[in-house]
């Protein structure tokens, strides 16, 4: 799929979003206030080309939570409010942001995190790097998570060479309807 199509679609589905979504983010901030005392959470994640940028999310686990993977963070360090918004989804409304600011896709591989070397190290080794990182993709449909480094790095790689714009509406609309749970948290 063409960058250009793709970086217009993805600003203008990010700039209506985020219109439409308003009140959503409003309450959700404001009740997270009362949750956590910090509501937004962001997080230096690894971007296009290894870049790093702020990824901005609803925070979910509390604010002392250690800064590792999904998949290594434990479930008892999840709020309620947290558990809502993973389910829902809500979590990932401020990443309209960063796809608006043209740090991120609505589609591409899950940005993770620097510590993760063995997944940057795969990742890279097969070229995940070169486009931006997105909210979804073939990965997350699947239930494929950074648990998995060379299953996730080689689905990420599929899903950028065969990328059409059928699959970028695809697994939106997969993502939004509940398929895929994203990275799993660690039950304690």
Sequence with gaps: MNNLLIRTLDFLIAFFGLIVTFPIISIVTIIGFFD???????????????????????????????????HLASTASITKLGAFLRKTKIDELPQLINV?????????????????????????SLGVYNVLPGITGLAQVNNIDMSTPQLLAETDKKMITTLTAIDYFKYIIMTATGSGKGDAVKTK
């Design 36 to 70: 956590t005392g910090s509501p937004i959470f962001i997080q230096k994640r690894v971007g296009k080309n290894k870049k790093p940028f702020n990824l901005i999310k609803f925070r979910t686990m509390s604010v002392d939570t250690k800064s590792v993977a999904s």
């Design 100 to 124: 608006l600011k043209g740090e991120m896709s609505f589609v591409g591989p899950r940005p993770n995190l620097f510590n993760q070397e063995e997944l940057i190290q795969k990742r890279d």
